[in-house]
């Protein structure tokens, strides 16, 4: 069956990573602990915090060293680390496996005082499993259906990373997947709405990913046909009953190196778009004197809920999420200033915005998962016609990372004790790394 396939793979996987694999992965949880210190002051990590019951397991980051219980220590991390919209993607799966994967590995890896390797080797394999989970469910209908990847395929790849580091053996492994199939969840309603659940989602998965492993290790049992069964994931979610992939983890084709870092606090279908926008910026444009544009992109970005967006503008949700909202403050400042998500929208935006629409260019579709790309046209009063196309690397570099740990938590931390022990090739243990944040 899938779950007893995948289980087996995963567990023949650890002795074939090399460091090179240990260096991403920590640059993964560098970059989730960047974005969780950065939005440390949002609204929705202090209603996260607010809801704590007390415990001590493992450590609250950017907190000055609070703690409270594992779950709730998962949760709040979590909900930090999605706070900006600026955390890594795996475009494939569309999830973000930094915002559920990470906080679980050094949740449990504090509790446990696992090691560097193991620590590691767990947010490894919980972007594996999120990425093979998906490979098996995202079809056409799952995305028709309004599903939030993240939510649906997040609480796996949490079960996958606690399981590693609590011990489990391969059997019970199978278990702690097939409960925390039982916690997939979450639409995408919060995009039309314009509402926060969607900082909650990966959240709400990676706490159910540790709870069913914890089950798991207690004696709870789940069904292995919880992918392809009459009944499970992939028809409940997929709208199909045949068909199902099976698991293929291969060491030269993993899903930690697959994901990639943003730019931009923004929207992963957006990224390629404010690339585009920047280059025009740099042209000397004057955007006032733009009278249409028209943002080329794939129909996966131009389909996906909230990003076909060029008039409401009255929540930050709702100006991340728009590619017209982003392309509009790029041609205006040069960049996506994240100020820009908070108070009144400003009028030339707003009207440039207005004035923008989404063109869906199958060739940026093509390219995909393996390049985000799109394309501004530019129409000014002149009637003069530019058109300005994004580069050909629109993420962030991983040699940025640390850079963008610095900027984000420079206030709150001596940053270069954190980035000195994600980036080197020394040993450390859970408990040493997250003392210090």
């Not at 979450?186 to 998965?205: D, I, K």
């Not at 580069?391 to 938590?409: I, S, T, W, Y």
């Amino acid at each position: 069956m899938h779950l007893d396939d995948l289980a087996g793979q995963l567990a023949a996987l650890p002795p074939q990573l090399t460091e090179a694999h240990l260096q991403r992965a920590g640059l993964c949880v560098l970059d989730a602990l960047a974005c969780a210190h950065g939005g440390r002051r949002t609204p929705w990590v202090a209603q996260a915090r607010a809801v704590t019951d007390g415990g001590s397991a493992a450590t609250l980051w950017a907190t000055d060293g609070q703690r409270s219980g594992l779950a709730d220590a998962v949760f709040v991390n979590s909900v930090s680390a999605h706070s900006l919209l600026a955390e890594d993607t795996h475009a494939a799966s569309r999830v973000h496996p930094g915002t559920v994967v990470v906080p679980v590995a050094l949740g449990v890896g504090e509790a446990v005082g696992a090691s560097r390797e193991d620590v590691l080797h767990a947010v490894v394999l919980g972007y594996e499993t999120l990425a093979q989970v998906a490979a098996s469910t995202l079809t056409a209908g799952f995305v028709a259906g309004g599903w939030r990847a993240t939510g649906v395929f997040g609480p796996f790849g949490a079960a996958a990373a606690a399981a590693h580091l609590l011990g489990l053996d391969e059997p019970t492994t199978v278990h702690a997947l097939a409960l925390a199939a039982n916690s997939a969840a979450g639409t995408c309603e919060w995009a039309p709405a314009g509402t926060t659940e969607v900082y909650f989602q990966p959240a709400t998965a990676a706490r159910a990913g540790v709870v069913a492993a914890l089950l798991a290790r207690a004696g709870a049992r789940g069904a292995a046909s919880a992918i392809e069964g009459l009944f499970g994931l992939r028809r409940a979610f997929g709208g199909k009953e045949d068909g199902v992939v099976g698991p293929a983890v291969t060491v030269d084709r993993l899903a930690i190196e697959e994901s990639f870092f943003k730019a931009h606090a923004s929207c992963a279908f957006t990224q390629a778009a404010i690339d585009a926008a920047v280059r025009a910026h740099a042209l000397g444009i004057d955007a006032g004197a733009v009278a249409e544009v028209a943002i080329h992109t794939s129909n996966a970005a131009a389909t996906y809920p909230g990003c076909d967006n060029p008039t409401r503008f009255d929540t930050p949700i709702a100006r991340q999420m728009s590619l017209q909202f982003a392309v509009a403050a790029a041609l205006l400042d040069g960049r996506l200033e994240p100020g820009r998500y908070g108070g009144v929208v400003d009028g030339r935006l707003a009207a440039l915005a207005g004035r923008s629409r989404v063109v869906v260019d199958p060739d940026h579709d093509r390219d995909l998962p393996a390049r985000l790309g799109s394309r501004v046209e530019l129409v000014l009063d002149t009637g003069e016609v530019l058109s300005v196309a994004s580069g050909e690397q629109v993420d962030l570099p991983p040699a940025g990372v640390p850079d963008k740990f610095r900027a984000l938590a420079a206030d709150l931390l001596t940053c270069d004790e954190v980035v000195g022990l994600l980036t080197c090739t020394d040993d450390w243990t859970a408990r040493e790394l997250t003392a210090v944040l």
